[in-house]
């Protein structure tokens, strides 16, 4: 990898909500074209990590660099501009809309709506090219998510976060979304993902991070990830 | 019969000012949560702000036309810069804290304007100039309607209209509505929702300055807490028609306008207020939201 290009590089990251202390010096990065998994239980920082990056909370210390960009003094409108986006946790679609309306404040950065992208997302989700005119609160919860992934997907990122794409969906959903996002970095898109699901985001991504109560507590190829007893034992559900 | 239809033209007229003002209240409580109790006292704001520049004018201009046009648009410009200025001091500051301080800010500055209007113009009320537009009434069947009605009327209709179109058929339009929805996955559609916010403020304010002027050239007598009673005339029309709802809030205006006329034509115009409570109740009782209150969006 290191005759890449380094996309995002993130250097002892601290965010804190008031006194409690969320995210405590994290460091890590990203390379252009990879999937970068980030794992961890319930409460370990993840959503914080990423809702940071998108500027939606500022850091307390440390530095987010995106190609020569430093994110963490920016807003969140102006760092989609520059070419990331996110699926937040939640999905947290735009109910009262419809599912093309969702879409198109997608591309609502682009000076000129590109009709191209949007055929493209109704090839990825055909799902959602049946249901464009419904309101997007009355969809599925699997198909919110193929909606809110799209919806990132809208306004041509390089760099798209992903925040439990498989919260609460059905195995078999579960499966079409990692799939799916198998075809986003074929498009070239790089991915950063983060997940519970540890097995399967492990199968699709190149690199990994655990994160535990803030620190990052292991990092390294998936494979290694996948292979090593202790992920395996908190991680993948396997006895030593 | 024609006590009916002439109080339904009344109706009409007033509906449309309370409409006008009403759409102030229910944009900014649509993106902020917050209700603006400082608008009422704006439109009154913009009542004087109107016949200052009315007067000014009238020494150096003299179409009439050419006079209201350019009231019209100076007090627009003059009460959308109070509205963002308003957003700025008063609420801005508040945005992360509880909701509470924001309403005690708003009260705030509700005091603040009402008792500014006094103290710059006294506490005696001013009159607006009768010859400003000409006192011309037709007389259709028994139902008398005045060329100042029709004005307020066809005005008021084109403003909604344009209101309506901008906010569903614009990218813009689609941005306010996201940033209303849910302003974090807003941000994340790369809309910068603080100018989103300060674009309502504009637009609610100038539609406010009209429905101001309106009352200022409808009705001549201004006085400096009127906004008290016209902007809950309208807040309350905003809440008949489901707060955050902006054909609500014409429909609330409307239906409001027509009923406190009905009640002034067969009972009397003292009962209108007390009425509208009752009203109010009413349509709270059977429906919370308004009548075209938000259609929540499921949550999975
Ligand atoms: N708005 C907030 N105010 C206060 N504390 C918060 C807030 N949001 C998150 N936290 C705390 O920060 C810590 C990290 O939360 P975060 O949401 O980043 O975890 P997560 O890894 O995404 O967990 P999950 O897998 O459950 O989504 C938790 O202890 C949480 O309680
Ligand atoms: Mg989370």
């Known amino acids: 990898m290191s005759n890449k290009e380094k996309l995002l590089v993130v250097e002892n990251l601290e965010v804190s909500y008031g006194s409690i202390e969320a995210v405590k010096g994290i460091s890590f990065d990203v390379y252009k074209g990879e999937v970068v998994t980030i794992l961890g239980a319930n409460g370990a920082g993840k959503t914080t990590t990423l809702r940071t990056i998108s500027g939606l909370i500022k850091s307390k210390s440390g530095s987010i660099k995106y190609k020569n960009f430093e994110l963490t003094s920016m ?5 989609v501009s520059l070419g990331i986006s996110q699926a937040p946790e939640g999905r947290r679609v735009f109910g009262i809309l419809t599912v093309e309306e969702n879409l198109k404040l997608g591309a609502y950065t682009k000076k000129t709506f590109n009709p191209a992208t949007l ?72 991915v950063l993902l983060v997940e519970q699901n540890a097995k399967a985001a492990l199968k699709l991504a190149d690199r990994g991070y655990v994160l535990e109560v803030g620190k990052i507590v292991f990092k390294g190829a998936s494979k290694e990830l996948l292979e090593s007893p202790e992920i395996q034992e908190a991680y993948l559900g396997k006895k030593k | 019969m024609e006590i009916f239809i002439q109080q339904l033209v009344n109706g009409l007229t007033i509906g449309s000012i309370y409409a006008l003002v009403a759409l102030g209240y229910t944009m900014v409580y649509g993106v902020l949560k917050l209700i603006n109790f400082a608008h009422g ?40 810069a109070f509205g963002v200025l308003l957003e700025r001091l008063a609420y801005k500051p508040l945005r992360k804290a509880p909701r509470l301080s924001a309403v005690v800010s708003a009260l ?19 009159i ?14 028994g139902v008398y309607i005045g060329l100042m009605q029709l004005l307020v009327l066809v005005i008021s209709f084109v403003l909604m209209f344009v209101l ?22 807003a941000r994340l559609m790369g809309i910068n929702v603080d100018r989103i916010i300060m674009i309502t403020f504009i637009i609610g304010s100038a539609l406010g300055s009209v429905g101001g002027l ?48 009905l009640i002034s034509g067969y009972l009397s115009s003292s009962w209108a207020l007390a009425l509208t409570y009752v009203l109010l109740i009413v349509i709270m009782i059977f429906r919370p939201t308004g009548i075209l209150g938000e259609r929540v969006a499921e949550k999975v």
């Open chain 1, 75 to 79: 807003s969140a409108h102006k760092i």
């Open chain 1, 119 to 190: 055929s493209w997302i109704y090839e990825l989700f055909p799902r959602l090219k049946e249901r464009k005119k419904q309101l997007a609160g009355t969809l599925s919860g699997g198909e919110q998510q193929m909606l809110a992934i799209g919806r990132a997907l809208m306004s041509e990122p390089e760099m798209l976060l992903l925040d439990e794409p498989s919260l609460g969906l059905a195995p078999v959903l579960v499966k079409t979304i990692f799939e799916t996002i198998k075809h986003i970095k074929l498009s070239g898109v790089t």
């Open chain 2, 41 to 80: 006292d704006l439109v009154a704001f913009s009542a004087y702000v109107g016949l200052v520049i009315m007067m000014q004018l009238a020494g150096v201009i003299s179409s009439s036309v050419v006079i209201i046009v350019l009231v019209f648009i100076f007090t627009a410009i003059i009460i959308s």
């Open chain 2, 108 to 126: 705030g500055a509700s005091l603040i304007i009402e008792n500014g209007i006094m103290l710059i113009w006294g506490p005696r009320p001013k």
């Open chain 2, 128 to 141: 607006f100039p009768s010859n400003i537009v000409p006192n011309i009434n037709w007389n259709i069947g």
């Open chain 2, 164 to 185: 309506y179109f901008f906010v569903n058929q614009t990218k813009l339009g689609a941005a306010m509505r996201a940033s209303a929805i849910d302003q974090d996955a």
């Open chain 2, 214 to 261: 309106f009352i200022g050239m409808y009705y001549r007598g201004i006085y400096f807490n009127m906004g008290w009673i016209y902007g809950l005339n309208a807040f309350v029309a905003a809440i008949i028609g489901g707060i955050g709802n902006i054909p609500g809030a014409m429909l609330g205006g409307m239906l409001l306008g027509i009923f406190n006329a």
